[in-house]
């Protein structure tokens, strides 16, 4: 497996890569890697004939006062773990080669990211999206893997590539979990043991309302006010959002019908976890 940090080598690899006609797969992602990335990078060895894993934690996708500086990096460590699933190309450029003194080119995805985490992290999805347009640029991949888990993102960045007639295919993966239901996370290293066994109550509070929804209950409000409940039982969790919004745009629904969305963003301490499930009523 070989490691780049110049998008002048990444480009020399790949092209050679295109030119013998291999299907390059593609994972991005802000390193420190766990199973919910692992289960990405082997997807895409299934389906492709040269893998690249890409290890950026992108300033840009920060706000002020957020984790930043503090974001979990091991890069040793994830060479080995992404070695061992068969990577064959691992892309962890310094920030200056993406985004050299002068820098001054953002994509931006409307709508969509006005609501959920975008309209509690500003800036955060154009941070996304800019990031990501130009690691696709840079690898040209044939296929590229999301997490679930970012529900938010994967449809920002499905719209995006959409809208800009990016030529591949994209693939959204189920959220790897936990024994105990908490979606695995990077983040998850910064809680405390404390904070960590209170942090299941999220993926329990998904799980009932799924299980008041099948149940018959229609209204939003209702089943948002169950999982609130259930979520300050948690003494050290602060919520950020609870909602219920359809799938396919993230608009609000107030009286559950088709596919919809569940999604929260819970603040244990300094760290903000996120989680949802889709439902189909
Ligand atoms: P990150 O390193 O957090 O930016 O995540 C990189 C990719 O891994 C994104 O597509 C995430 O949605 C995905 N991902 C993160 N956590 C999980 C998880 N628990 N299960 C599945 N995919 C995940």
Same mark, same amino acid.
């Given at each position: 497996?070989?490691?780049?940090?110049?998008?002048?080598?990444?480009?020399?690899?790949? +092209?050679? #890569?295109?030119?013998?006609? @291999?299907?390059? +797969?593609? #994972?991005?992602?802000?390193?420190? @890697?766990?199973?919910?990335?692992?289960?990405? #990078?082997?997807?895409?060895?299934?389906?492709?004939?040269?893998?690249?894993?890409?290890? !950026?934690?992108?300033?840009?996708? !920060?706000?002020?006062?957020?984790?930043?500086?503090?974001?979990?990096?091991?890069?040793?460590?994830?060479?080995?773990?992404?070695?061992?699933? +068969?990577?064959? @190309?691992?892309?962890?450029?310094?920030?200056?080669?993406?985004?050299?003194?002068?820098?001054?080119?953002?994509?931006? #995805?409307?709508? @969509?990211?006005?609501?959920?985490?975008?309209?509690?992290?500003?800036?955060?999805?154009? +941070?996304?999206?800019?990031?990501?347009?130009?690691?696709?640029?840079l690898v040209a991949p044939d296929q590229v893997y999301f997490g679930?888990?970012?529900?938010?993102?994967?449809?920002?960045?499905k719209k995006m590539v959409t809208d800009l007639n990016m030529d591949l295919q994209f693939h959204i993966l189920p959220t790897i979990r936990e024994d105990d239901g908490l979606a695995m996370s990077s983040r998850n290293k910064y809680l405390s043991p404390r904070q960590r066994r209170e942090a299941a109550v999220l993926y329990r509070s998904l799980q009932e309302a799924e299980r008041l929804i099948q149940g018959g209950v229609r209204s939003a409000q209702d089943v948002k006010a169950a999982m609130v409940s259930l979520i300050a039982g948690a003494e050290e969790a602060e919520i950020d959002y609870v909602e219920i919004v359809q799938a396919a745009n993230l608009l609000p629904l107030e009286r559950l019908q088709g596919a919809c969305l569940v999604a929260l963003a819970v603040r244990f301490g300094k760290t903000r976890l996120i989680d949802n499930i889709l439902l189909e009523v």
């Amino acid at each position: 497996m070989q490691v780049i940090e110049r998008n002048s080598d990444l480009r020399t690899v790949l +092209g050679e #890569v295109k030119k013998k006609g @291999l299907r390059v +797969g593609f #994972v991005p992602t802000m390193g420190f @890697l766990h199973e919910g990335h692992l289960s990405l #990078v082997r997807a895409a060895r299934q389906e492709n004939d040269f893998v690249v894993v890409s290890i !950026f934690v992108n300033p840009i996708q !920060f706000g002020a006062g957020e984790d930043y500086q503090d974001y979990p990096r091991d890069l040793e460590r994830d060479c080995k773990l992404a070695s061992a699933e +068969g990577c064959d @190309l691992i892309f962890s450029p310094p920030v200056i080669e993406m985004y050299p003194p002068g820098y001054a080119t953002f994509v931006e #995805v409307e709508n @969509l990211t006005e609501t959920l985490c975008g309209a509690r992290r500003p800036g955060h999805f154009r +941070g996304v999206t800019t990031v990501v347009a130009k690691l696709f640029n840079l690898v040209a991949p044939d296929q590229v893997y999301f997490g679930q888990k970012d529900a938010q993102q994967a449809l920002v960045l499905k719209k995006m590539v959409t809208d800009l007639n990016m030529d591949l295919q994209f693939h959204i993966l189920p959220t790897i979990r936990e024994d105990d239901g908490l979606a695995m996370s990077s983040r998850n290293k910064y809680l405390s043991p404390r904070q960590r066994r209170e942090a299941a109550v999220l993926y329990r509070s998904l799980q009932e309302a799924e299980r008041l929804i099948q149940g018959g209950v229609r209204s939003a409000q209702d089943v948002k006010a169950a999982m609130v409940s259930l979520i300050a039982g948690a003494e050290e969790a602060e919520i950020d959002y609870v909602e219920i919004v359809q799938a396919a745009n993230l608009l609000p629904l107030e009286r559950l019908q088709g596919a919809c969305l569940v999604a929260l963003a819970v603040r244990f301490g300094k760290t903000r976890l996120i989680d949802n499930i889709l439902l189909e009523v």
